[in-house]
């Protein structure tokens, strides 16, 4: 994992970034690492270890507390990520969130396109109609939501809610999805749809999902990041990490001695 | 057991003298209401709501032919609704914006300013609001008496009430709502207008309507700035009729004091369609 | 870009508020500044109000006593029977239908206009205080305190009965635990930890009564005398205001002002009070 990054399978170069809440109270601190186009990246680690902050971090979603001071840098295509606007690096890299979050205020086919809507991106209405039906197909939402697309208010249960809000980012076609915990508020059989989900859309979507259930990472993703107190302790082949891992601290966390 | 029986009887006691206390306590709003439907109802007519105030004259000469006095109140029905439809037309943009800032600046102490400010504006009588208006709107711009005074007068009334409620129920949102909308690249600008906003719609629409009925029935600003007025008069710059101005001369005129029971029970109605329909808002819409 | 000009005309807004406020002030100090200049702080203390212009002379004594007598009048009257409704929504029936139904009433209380009360109390309630014998004409003190009384009913119940819903209820539980009657938690748990914020509920009654203008002014009497008993004629600050403003210029227009000044000081103060104690509760 060299210093160029001319290789044509890397999305995301992270290079020593380090991010402050408040004055030397460190988040995250100096992290190196090449994340792989179309594969699952997890970043796992005990609460507190600065996993989340990182993800946050990828589509600059810190900016929103003034007080966090990020160092280091981001890039993507070559393009350092904190040097160009904001609202472009969201729209290349998706963001799902910890609890659902659909829009309560739209409909079911309002929120696939909110995206488009809420950027002011125009588009015929039957390319509305196709990129809402091929999006609500890829997230496996299509059949159980299709003859309610367009009333307001309607009752999804939490599972559905989370692939509609997949469905919502996915929407715009981006380069990167991060995921944030995406099912720690969901049931068994909802998480097992949503990693189903996952499999399948890493052909078309680079992804990097934060959890702190070691089974989900060992059974969706191909790499794996250990994180403990602010440091990347361990970046590896999801296999070797869980099977042999370099360092002490990450057996033991994989082993559930602390976290 | 005997101690144990006396608090027992002193507890029932208690209970029956509050539950009189409340009925003593409510007894006025029935009668209120009773009074206004069992003397005004049946002049509740077309004419009522078609036909201009009549003056003291028309009514003596009705009164002294023997026939009954004839009139409505359309003058002041449609000046309520211009005076009023005036006020929140300033006070509701402005309140809205003003309760964003609130809620997304909360400890900024430009926003504690703010919020005390806020809160005196929701103290000061409404007679003070109306000698304000007429020493801005009717000495300096206007040059006498005009509707647009009276719609200063009452916007800023309602400014207090469009400001907390946009900011509460902008606060209810999830911050995740705001989050999801800015993760797809959105604005900030668009993230609050075509997300925020219309997320927290039900508790800003029942704030807006009770700060519309809490000013609908205000008589005396308006007697400072409004003043009345004998026609329909559609001129903001102009002296302008308003429901509760016509029932103030009402009663102030023997002649027309038949008119003030109609008036005031289709004030009450109006007050009451915006309480209502305020509350009916934010049951059906609340947002889980 | 379009977001800074928003992030501005936000500020803008706030700005604008700031400046409705300091608006108010300037506007009321500065009419208020003919009558502090020729009366100095006798107006407040002279109890001589007489537009005559042979003697012309103009104190408002008369008004700020009637304004204080009839508000603490409201609010001691206001007390006994808020207090009940209060308790019922907030503790008896805390969460059903009924106390939906009670507040639902009591906010169309709140709702009816101020010129209906003063109808209702000019065609209902004075006929009643003058068969009493209470007084000849049935106007003064007591009825304008009776009428406002009622108008701040409301606002004293619905934020009192808050501060009653908020009582935990482990404390309340501990106490039934224990055998005590739903009065003895009353006693011993609610008027403890709910006091200090029913007070505040009433204070802020009472600020709404200090302001209240129509049915006061037509019940009060119309007098610009300080009163000498409860049952006498008297005038509002609010009242006078109502009544004199329309015809009135230079010094007695200034006079006016000066007593929407006082008003306004005087309900600031009253309000401030009361959100200082709420704002501690919550805290």
């Not at chain 1, 949503?194 to 499999?199: D, V």
């Amino acid at each position: 994992m060299g210093n160029t990054i001319n290789n044509n399978n890397i999305a995301l170069h992270i290079e020593d970034l380090s991010i402050a809440y408040t004055k030397d109270k460190y988040a995250v601190k100096g992290i190196n690492a090449d994340i792989y186009k179309n594969t699952i990246t997890a970043i796992m680690g005990p609460s507190g270890c600065g996993k989340s902050t990182l993800l946050r971090a990828i589509n600059r979603m810190h900016e929103l507390y003034p007080e966090i001071k990020v160092t280091g840098n981001i890039l993507m295509k070559d393009q350092n990520i904190f040097k160009i606007n904001a609202m472009e690096v969201r729209q290349k890299i998706g963001m799902v969130f910890q609890r659902p979050n659909p829009f309560p205020s739209m409909s079911i086919y309002e929120n696939v396109l909110a995206g488009y809507s809420l950027n002011g991106i125009k588009l015929k209405k039957e390319e509305k109609d196709r990129i809402v039906q091929e999006v609500l197909e890829d997230v496996g939402l299509w059949e159980e939501v299709k003859d309610t697309l367009h009333k307001k208010r309607t009752a999804l249960s939490g599972g559905q809610q989370q692939r509609l809000c997949i469905a919502r980012s996915i929407a715009m076609k981006p380069d990167i999805l991060l995921l944030d915990e995406p099912t720690s508020a969901l049931d068994p059989i909802s998480t097992s749809k949503i990693e189903e989900l996952l499999m399948k859309l890493k052909d078309k979507f680079t992804i990097v999902i934060v959890t702190h259930n070691m089974s989900q990472a060992a059974r969706i993703s191909e790499y794996s990041m250990f994180m403990y107190l602010g440091d990347l302790i361990e970046y590896d082949l999801t296999k070797k990490m869980f099977t042999n891992p370099n360092d002490k601290r990450t057996e033991q966390y994989l082993t559930g001695k602390f976290g | 057991m005997n101690k144990m029986k006396y608090r027992r009887y002193k507890d029932k006691a208690f209970l029956y003298l509050m539950f009189l206390i409340t009925i003593i306590a409510i007894t006025p709003l029935a009668s209120i209401i009773f009074e206004l439907v069992a003397k005004g109802f049946n002049q509740l007519n077309i004419s009522f709501f078609t036909e201009v105030a009549p003056t003291t004259l028309d009514s003596m000469l009705a009164k002294s032919t023997g026939n009954p006095v004839k009139g409505g109140i359309a003058n002041g029905i449609v000046g309520t609704l211009q005076i009023v439809g005036i006020a929140s037309l300033m006070a509701i943009p402005l309140g809205v914006f003003v309760g964003i800032y609130l809620a997304e600046n909360s400890n900024k102490k430009f926003s504690t300013l703010v919020s005390f400010s806020t809160d005196l504006l929701a103290g000061i009588p409404s007679i003070v609001y109306g000698i304000i208006a007429y020493a801005w709107i009717v000495i300096k711009i206007t040059d006498g008496y005009s509707g647009f005074a009276g719609s200063v007068a009452l916007s800023i009334m309602m400014l207090p009430l469009v400001i907390r409620s946009t900011e509460e129920s902008i606060k209810m949102i999830p911050a995740s709502l705001k989050e999801a909308s800015l993760a797809l690249g959105t604005s900030y600008r668009k993230t609050i207008l075509r997300v925020i906003l219309p997320s927290a719609m039900s508790g800003l629409f029942t704030g807006i309507l009770l700060s519309i009925s809490r000013v609908i029935g205000e008589t005396a600003p308006l007697i400072l700035t409004a003043l009345g007025s004998q026609v329909i008069n559609l001129d903001i710059t102009k002296p302008t009729s308003a429901i509760p101005l016509l029932i103030w001369e009402f009663y102030n005129d023997p002649y027309l004091i038949n008119m003030i029971w109609s008036s005031s029970l289709f004030l009450m109605l109006l007050v009451l369609i915006f309480n209502i329909s305020a509350k009916q808002i934010s049951k059906r819409w609340a947002i889980q | 870009m379009k977001d800074r000009l928003f992030k501005i005309s936000l500020i803008a807004t706030c700005a604008l508020v700031l400046l409705i406020m300091g608006g108010i002030i300037y506007t009321l100090a500065k009419g208020a500044l003919p009558t502090f200049e020729e009366y100095g702080l006798g107006f407040i203390t002279s109890s001589d109000w007489n537009p005559n212009p042979n003697n012309e002379h103009y104190g408002a004594l008369p008004f700020i006593a009637g304004t204080l007598i009839t508000s603490t009048l409201a609010l001691l009257l206001c007390i006994p029977l808020s207090f009940p409704i209060a308790i019922f929504t907030g503790y008896y029936f805390k969460g059903t239908k009924v106390a939906s139904i009670i507040s639902d009433i009591v906010d169309m209380l709140a709702g009816v206009p101020s010129i209906v009360y003063g109808l209702w109390g000019f065609y209902t309630l004075r006929p009643i205080i003058v068969d009493l014998g209470l007084s000849q004409q049935g106007f003064g003190i007591f009825t304008a305190s009776i009428i406002l009384t009622i108008m701040i009913i409301p606002y004293a119940t619905s934020l009192s009965s808050e501060f009653i819903k908020m009582v935990p209820n482990d404390l309340k539980e501990a106490a039934f635990a224990m055998g005590s009657t739903k009065l003895e938690v009353i006693q011993k748990v609610i008027f403890p930890s709910a006091s200090s914020g029913i007070i505040a509920s009433y204070i802020l009654a009472m600020g709404r009564a200090l302001g209240e203008t129509m049915a006061v002014t037509m019940l009060i009497g119309n007098v610009n005398l300080i009163p000498t008993s409860l049952f006498s004629s008297g005038n509002t600050m609010a009242s006078v205001i109502a009544n004199q403003f329309g015809e009135a210029d230079g010094i007695k227009l200034s006079s006016l002002i000066a007593i929407g000044l006082l008003l306004f000081f005087i309900t600031v103060v009253i309000n401030t009070i009361g959100r200082l104690i709420m704002k501690k509760l919550k805290v």
